[in-house]
C-alpha cells in the first residue's frame, strides 16, 4: 500500500512537467478506480486542482468551429475522470460545487458535434455532474438549477448519444426529485412542456434501437411528472403511443424493473 502511495505522489509531481503531464494524467485516471481516497489527495495537493483546470480551459478554442483531435479529447477526459473523483468523494464534493467547478464543463456540454472525440468529452462531463447529484442534495440541485444547466441536459437527452442520454436523463430525474428542482421545472408552463416534448422525443428516438435503462429512466421521470397536476392531465392526453403499445414488447417481457414502472406510470395515469 505504501509502494503504491508513492507511485500516486510521484505521478501528481508528474503533472507538474509538461513532459510527464499526459502520462501522468492517463496513469492517475487508469487507476483511479482502485483508489478510493485518490480524490482527496488531488483536491488537497498545492497546484493540482489549478493544473487539471488548465487541462480543461485550454481546449475550449478548439469546441467551435470544431478543431479537437481524439488525442486531445483523451487527455481532456482523463482530467476530467479525476475530477469525477473529487466529485464524488464526501469530503471534497462541495468544496468542489462551492468552488463552481462544475461550470467549467458547460462549454463542453454545449457541444453539438457527433463525432466520438466530442461525445466523450459530453459523457465525462456528465460523469461529474452526476457524481455531484447522485446523493440527493438539496443545494447541489439547487446549484444545477440556478447555473442554467438544465438547458444543456436537456439538450443532451433529445440530441445525444445512448449512452448521454442514459446520464443526462438520469441527472434529469434526480433533479425533478427534489422539491425545488421539481417545481422550478413544472411552475412554468412553457418549461414544463419543452420537458413533456423532449421525453417524448428520446421515446420515439427508440422505437428502432429500444434501451432498457434509458426507457427505465425515461419513465421514471414521467411518473415523478404525473405529481404535477398540468403535467398529469398533459400526459393523460397525449403520452406516447410506444409505451402504451407494442413497441417495447421485448424490453417489457425481458425486464422486471420495467415492466413495474410502466406499470406503475399506468395507474398513475389512470
Request: contains cysteine.
Amino acid at each position: 500500500m505504501g509502494s503504491d502511495n508513492e507511485t500516486l505522489y510521484n505521478l501528481m509531481i508528474d503533472l507538474f512537467s509538461a513532459t510527464h503531464r499526459e502520462g501522468a494524467l492517463a496513469e492517475l485516471s487508469r487507476r483511479r478506480d482502485h483508489n478510493p481516497d485518490l480524490g482527496v489527495a488531488l483536491w488537497n495537493a498545492y497546484g493540482v486542482m489549478t493544473i487539471l483546470y488548465q487541462e480543461i480551459i485550454v481546449i475550449y478554442p478548439l469546441l467551435n468551429p470544431p478543431a479537437l483531435t481524439m488525442a486531445v479529447s483523451n487527455r481532456a477526459c482523463n482530467s476530467l475522470a479525476l475530477l469525477q473523483l473529487v466529485a464524488t468523494h464526501e469530503q471534497t464534493r462541495m468544496q468542489l460545487l462551492k468552488a463552481n467547478v462544475p461550470q467549467l464543463l458547460y462549454p463542453f456540454l454545449s457541444t453539438t458535434s457527433r463525432n466520438k472525440q466530442y461525445d466523450n468529452l459530453r459523457l465525462t462531463s456528465l460523469g461529474v455532474i452526476g457524481a455531484l447529484v447522485k446523493y440527493d442534495n438539496h443545494e447541489v440541485i439547487s446549484f444545477f438549477v440556478a447555473t442554467e444547466f438544465l438547458p444543456l441536459c436537456l439538450k443532451i437527452m433529445d440530441i445525444g448519444s445512448e449512452l448521454c442520454k442514459v446520464v443526462a436523463t438520469f441527472i434529469f430525474q434526480k433533479i425533478i426529485l427534489d422539491e425545488g428542482g421539481f417545481q422550478y421545472v413544472t411552475s412554468h408552463p412553457k418549461r414544463l412542456r419543452t420537458v413533456l416534448v423532449i421525453l417524448d422525443n428520446v421515446i420515439g428516438q427508440m422505437v428502432t434501437a429500444p434501451s432498457g435503462r434509458l426507457l427505465k429512466s425515461v419513465t421514471k421521470c414521467l411518473i415523478r411528472l404525473a405529481d404535477n397536476p398540468k403535467a398529469k392531465e398533459e400526459l393523460q392526453a397525449n403520452l406516447s403511443e410506444h409505451l402504451r403499445n407494442s413497441t417495447f414488447a421485448q424490453v417489457l417481457a425481458e425486464d422486471v424493473a420495467y415492466r413495474r414502472l410502466i406499470f406503475q406510470l399506468m395507474a398513475k395515469l389512470a
